[in-house]
């Protein structure tokens, strides 16, 4: 490579759908990442907001997976 490729994203969650906050920055090579908050998250809904991929390829999420205990009904699917 002549020059770093690196993912750029943000994960974020929210509780109204409407504010959100940055749980993490992400600028990294690699395309897997793992996050583990060890005092945990109060949070509805979770989403990633792509920046930039490798070599200009468009933003792909596989296997995302959030774990925890919900309280009231689940949010509708995202579309």
């Not at 690196?6 to 759908?17: F, K, L, Q, V, W």
């Not at 991929?53 to 296997?63: C, K, N």
Request: hydrophobic share 35%; proline share 9%.
């Amino acid at each position: 490579e002549e020059a770093p490729q690196p993912a750029r994203y943000t994960i974020e969650t929210s509780d109204d759908g409407a504010h959100w906050t940055v749980l993490e920055t992400v600028e990294r090579e690699g395309a897997n990442a793992y996050f583990e908050f060890a005092d945990g998250i109060a949070a509805r809904r979770v989403r990633v907001v792509g920046q930039a991929m490798p070599y200009g390829q468009p933003m792909r999420i596989s296997g995302l997976r959030v774990f925890g205990l919900g309280h009231g009904e689940p949010p509708t699917p995202a579309q």
